[in-house]
């Protein structure tokens, strides 16, 4: 496999559980903090993805939804809490605020 | 509310490993079921759980045989009038859950806590025909639950949130992980899990790769302990299609698993328990 097709392969899984775990935020499932823990206990993964995303840098995250949404379609389309999180500069872990708080 | 005496309906796959976790913590624990081979094989495999332990260092053999004396094996409702939780784990049929948890209903007091440990039923659904269907909450434990340290506390519509409370109070009792969920198709990580994995599928066929590579990228990632396609073999290709198209039916195209796996079921490769899968298992 390619470097470069390692990358589109862990950004698409990743991203992909990311899209899921914002719907599951906006449709009230469960809290965030409640999500990442939930998938670290439950499915083994290392990182919660709202915490991976923050870590990352939620603008990042976001420009790279937009480049997957124009390659692959809507699916990838970037939710409005992730652009509205961007916008009012809480991008994460480095600005201190993003889906969590630190 | 303290659970001070639980009950497990089914001493299955997971009811028996649901009630070694309830007795390890302490608590007296009724097994349930209605088979008696059944009830027998889920005794010996509690035995086993507590035998492992012991060899591992982890329990002396003597607190061993008084936690695996806390379960007590039964075929009739003796003794649920003091029972203060009964989790339901029966098989998956919308049917039986509703007659089984009505029969329990009779049988405990007013303030029991009724739980399920369904996978993918709706536990609204399931609640309907109780007199008081406020007090049923999801309570989804993990394959194995001896080892997997998450549930899932899953809120129907009619559940009242002071059972919610005291479903979190007693999993976190037993040493687990508890979150609150609102119910919705999949729950919360099948759903988010079974999204990644439609995704991977759908980058395997584009990219042109091979599960094998896909699996050890993963696990060097460090991502997740193991790559999605073993982890599929090992939750059974079949369980995982149906758990898909639950979700496909709710959702959408997002959680279209193509035909790789259906096409493996065809072929009777249904994951590690048929011997094979997207990999070969020997033995
Ligand atoms: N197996 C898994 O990986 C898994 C994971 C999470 C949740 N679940 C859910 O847990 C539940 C049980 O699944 P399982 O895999 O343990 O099933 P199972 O078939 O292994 O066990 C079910 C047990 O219930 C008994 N039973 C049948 N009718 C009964 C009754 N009226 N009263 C008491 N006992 C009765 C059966 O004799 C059997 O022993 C299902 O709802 C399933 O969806 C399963």
């Not at chain 2, 209605?34 to 332990?53: K, P, S």
């Not at chain 2, 194995?144 to 059972?163: F, N, Q």
């Not at chain 2, 009792?173 to 609102?182: K, Q, T």
């Not at chain 2, 395997?204 to 590579?213: I, N, Q, V």
Request: contains cysteine; proline residues 3%; glycine residues 10%.
């Amino acid at each position: 496999m390619t470097k470069d097709q390692e990358t589109e392969l862990l950004d698409r899984f990743n991203l992909a559980v990311f899209l899921e775990a914002v719907r599951c935020l906006d449709e009230n499932v469960s809290t965030a903090r409640e999500i990442d823990i939930a998938m670290r206990a439950g499915a083994g993964l290392s990182e919660g993805p709202l915490g991976r995303a923050d870590k990352v840098g939620l603008d990042k995250v976001l420009a790279r939804l937009e480049e997957l949404e124009a390659r692959w379609g809507d699916r990838f389309h970037p939710p409005e809490r992730l652009r509205a999180l961007v916008a009012s500069g809480r991008t994460g872990v480095a600005a201190g605020r993003g889906f969590l708080e630190y | 509310m303290y659970v001070f005496k639980a009950a497990v309906l089914g001493a299955g796959t997971m009811g028996a490993e649901i009630a070694q976790v309830i007795s390890l913590s302490g608590l007296p624990v009724v097994l349930k079921d209605v088979d008696e081979g059944q009830l027998g094989r889920g005794m010996a495999h509690i035995r086993e759980i507590y035998g492992r332990r012991v060899q591992r260092g982890r329990l002396t053999e003597h607190d061993a045989e008084d936690r695996l004396a806390l379960v007590q094996p039964q075929l009739d409702y003796k003794g649920f009038s003091d029972v203060d939780l009964v989790i339901e784990a029966v098989p998956e049929k919308l049917a039986l859950k509703q007659a089984v948890l009505g029969e329990v209903e009779a049988q405990v007091s007013m303030t029991a806590l009724l739980a399920t440990n369904t996978s993918a039923l709706p536990v609204t659904e399931i609640g309907q025909s109780l007199a008081r269907p406020q007090r049923l909450v999801g309570m989804h434990f993990f394959f194995p639950a001896s080892v997997m340290k998450l549930v899932e506390v899953i809120a129907g519509e009619r559940t009242d949130e002071e059972y919610i409370d005291s479903a979190i109070e007693f999993v976190e009792s037993i040493r687990r992980v508890g979150v609150r969920v609102r119910e919705c198709p999949g729950f919360l990580v099948n759903r988010i899990l079974m999204a990644g994995l439609a995704e991977v599928l759908r980058a395997e066929r584009d990219l042109s790769l091979e599960p094998r590579e896909i699996d050890a990228v993963v696990a060097a990632s460090k991502l997740a302990p193991m790559g999605p396609y073993a982890l599929a073999d090992a939750l059974g290709l079949d369980i995982a299609q149906d758990v898909a198209q639950t979700l496909q039916a709710a959702y959408g195209e997002r959680f279209d698993l193509g035909d790789r796996i259906a096409n493996l079921i065809a072929q009777g490769k249904r994951g590690a328990k048929t011997g094979e899968g997207f990999y070969t298992y020997t033995g």
